[in-house]
């Protein structure tokens, strides 16, 4: 087992500044290269020590920010435009990102935190969740059309 500092959000692992235990494999090859953590030392205590603190001193501002943005987003459906064949299937997915990239400037939503419970291969409409904060989350409708 590996002992790292989180520098990111992992879904279903922790925040940022969470010391975690994982697999070796899994610190090594997914999350140190990909920067979502840093190996833990004991100098790296002052690093988790100074996450901590600006997490607690953004939290309030980022709740009252996250419940704003959780009611613009529910107060309207995003429209994803897809190419689609004949049938209404789509050529592909709709990712997290074009579901992103369609909410704009809504809300700033990191693509990592929007969780679809199924694959989006049709036209269509869907509901996704999109964590907004870890006490805010917003359940949006996501209506599928084709492209033009």
Do not use: C
């Amino acid at each position: 087992m590996a002992k790292v500092i989180l520098t990111h959000e992992v879904h279903g692992l922790g925040i940022a500044g969470d010391v975690v235990d994982v697999k070796d494999g899994y610190a090594r090859n997914y999350l140190v290269p990909r920067k979502l953590a840093t190996p833990w030392s004991a100098g790296a205590e002052k690093q988790i020590d100074g996450l901590r603190k600006a997490r607690r001193a953004k939290e309030i501002e980022s709740i009252e920010g996250a419940q704003a943005a959780r009611d613009a987003l529910q107060a309207n459906e995003v429209v994803v435009e897809a190419k689609a064949g004949e049938s209404g299937r789509l050529f592909g997915a709709v990712t997290p990102a074009d579901i992103a990239a369609a909410i704009g400037d809504r809300a700033k939503v990191d693509k990592r935190r929007i969780h679809v419970a199924q694959p989006i291969k049709a036209l269509g409409e869907y509901t996704v969740s999109v964590s907004l904060h870890d006490e805010v989350s917003a359940t949006v409708a996501v209506k599928v059309v084709a492209a033009k």
